[in-house]
């Protein structure tokens, strides 16, 4: 079998029991599955190259940690073939929902047949490490190929980004989801404009925000205090338009890489009361990314 030369670590494979045990339905809202590549091949252009992270390692880990439902997202590593997603969520039967990368190939027939599969959102980069950003032309096409399916946009911004795309935000009619908080730093505390611009944002129609990632922004680790302050602030400020994810398998991590375990512990400091873990693992991944509701796979 054909050896690739890995590029980014793999996560830690051994988590950590948690201390706090999660309601029934809770769903990790941020996660990727990677492989295995001899039957999912990555894709020719990517531009980094995982440890084979197949659905089984996935199942494994939520079966541990106490998660029902997650929402699996598609890999720039895997490109515009969508197989390794879409084998995820038939072989979930409703625990899994799907996040595409929707490209200039991408037709309204796909998008219709990945949406009877499960997926309910596009994703967008703003961030260097993968790939050029999508022209307005681009995210112009996707909101129309998506829109009729009342599928969420994604937005994975980097840095400064943040600003740039908030001044889109008002002119794409479709549900928006920040990822990993909006990935900017946060060494300043409280002082960053793209904090404030953040919580402006929530206060919209439908813009919601994932405290995932808080490994990725913390100049504080392992403890992470700085983006565990920062995930608390954004719930308390929108408890009803916060969800949270693991990152799992924490791709393109170089550096802290964080253990699973540790991380759902960190929702004692962000929810901490148990009104608020259910709202924030439940009720509102429940309404995000259409799962049945009150229905417990």
């Known amino acids: 079998m054909h050896t690739l030369t890995v590029t980014t670590p793999g996560p830690d494979r051994s988590p950590h029991r948690p201390q706090i045990t999660l309601p029934a339905g809770s769903c ?8 295995p590549h001899s ?3 990555f894709a020719p252009d990517r531009t980094f190259t995982p440890e084979d992270v197949p659905l089984e390692d996935l199942q494994s880990l939520h079966d541990f940690l106490g998660f029902d439902r997650a929402v699996i997202v598609q890999s720039a590593c895997h490109g515009s073939d969508h197989s390794v997603v879409l084998d995820a969520l038939e072989r979930g039967d409703g625990r899994y929902r799907g996040v595409a990368l929707v490209g200039p190939g991408t037709s309204s027939a796909d998008i219709r047949k990945w949406h009877d599969a499960g997926m309910r959102g596009a994703r967008i980069h703003f961030a260097s490490h993968l790939g050029q950003p999508p022209s307005r032309d681009e995210i112009s096409r996707i909101v129309d190929l998506i829109g ?3 599928w969420h946009l994604a937005v ?3 840095g400064s980004a943040l600003l740039d795309f908030s001044e889109r935000v008002t002119d794409i009619p479709l549900r928006i ?3 990993h908080m909006g990935r900017f730093d946060i060494s300043d505390g409280r002082e960053q404009p793209e904090r404030r611009v953040l919580k402006e944002l929530l206060t919209g129609d439908d813009v919601w925000v994932k405290l995932s990632g808080a490994d990725r922004i913390s100049n504080k680790t392992p403890g992470m205090e700085d983006s565990i302050e920062l995930a608390r602030e954004l719930f308390q400020s929108r408890p009803d338009r916060c969800v949270w994810g693991t990152d799992f398998p924490h791709p393109n991590t170089h550096g802290f890489m964080p253990n699973d375990g540790d991380l759902v512990n960190t929702l004692a400091r962000i929810a901490d009361t148990p009104a608020g873990l259910h709202q924030l693992l439940v009720t509102n991944p429940t309404r995000c990314f259409d799962f049945a509701a009150n229905e417990v796979p």
């Open 148 to 150: 009729p399916f009342n």
């Open 39 to 41: 039957r999912f091949p």
């Open 177 to 179: 989801v920040f990822d």
């Open 156 to 158: 994975h911004v980097t």
């Open 28 to 35: 990790d809202s941020h996660v990727h599955v990677f492989g």
